[in-house]
């Protein structure tokens, strides 16, 4: 299975400011997706980044607050954009290997906005 | 629709086994996931199930029904080290969905 580097793994921002949170995959992968992970709560899904294409966004999230670039097969960003204390979470970045393998996870970035 | 259901909590006794249900709606069904996260870590891969029956793993164990949307995920010969969040997640339509997990305690 791929192994992804996320990075930061974790930063403290002022309100009102951005973060972008970069994922980069080993090796080549089709898809890639970006999950928020609120405090003491499951995996909710963001949207999945297409490569060459705008991301799909699930309801609830939009392309302002959290626009998303793929720029090729092993690559993609999530920023967070016009910070607030409720975007606090953990953010987690995937790849999908297919299969048995299933998704591989980066390390996750612990975001608080204070 | 997107509804996974797991029970949020659960305490078993070291030694012991523990069965984690799950429930999941079958539209554009793929394949059932079980994921462990440690606090303040990633989730990591568990098991995998696409066929229905039965896949043993070691101490864990996953079944699936797909005619009936469930799935259960059993660990044996519980360890401390067992305490955890066991993710199921449901792999539809390319993408994958969690439950909201369930957070296993195990007591000496």
């Known amino acids: 299975s791929a192994v992804i580097s996320q990075k930061p793994s974790r930063d403290i921002c002022q309100r009102g400011t951005s973060l972008t949170i970069q994922c980069q995959v080993d090796?080549?992968?089709?898809?890639m997706f970006w999950y928020r992970q609120q405090p003491g709560q499951s995996l909710t899904l963001i949207a999945t980044?297409?490569?060459?294409?705008?991301?799909?966004?699930e309801s609830g999230f939009v392309i302002d607050k959290f626009p998303i670039s793929r720029p090729n097969l092993t690559f993609s960003t999530l920023t967070v954009s016009n910070m607030s204390p409720e975007d606090s979470s953990i953010y987690l970045c995937?790849?999908?290997?297919?299969?048995?393998?299933?998704?591989?996870f980066g390390s996750g970035t612990r975001l608080t906005v204070v | 629709g997107q509804n996974i259901d797991q029970p949020t909590e659960m305490t078993a006794t070291e030694g012991a086994i523990v069965q984690i249900n799950c429930t999941y709606q079958?539209?554009?069904?793929?394949?059932l996931f079980w994921y462990q996260q440690h606090a303040g870590e990633a989730p990591t891969f568990l098991s995998y199930?696409?066929?229905?029956g039965l896949e043993e793993k070691g101490r864990f164990s996953s079944f699936l029904s797909r005619s009936k949307g469930y799935s259960y995920l059993l660990l044996k010969e519980l360890q401390m080290k067992d305490s955890a969040s066991y993710l199921c997640?449901?792999?539809?339509?390319?993408?994958?969905?969690f439950g909201q997990g369930t957070e296993l305690s195990v007591k000496p």
């Open positions: 980044a297409n490569q060459g294409s705008e991301a799909t966004y």
């Open positions: 090796s080549q992968v089709t898809m």
């Open positions: 079958t539209s554009g069904f793929n394949g």
């Open positions: 997640a449901s792999d539809q339509g390319g993408k994958l969905i």
């Open positions: 199930n696409v066929l229905d």
């Open positions: 995937s790849d999908r290997t297919g299969g048995a393998y299933g998704y591989t």
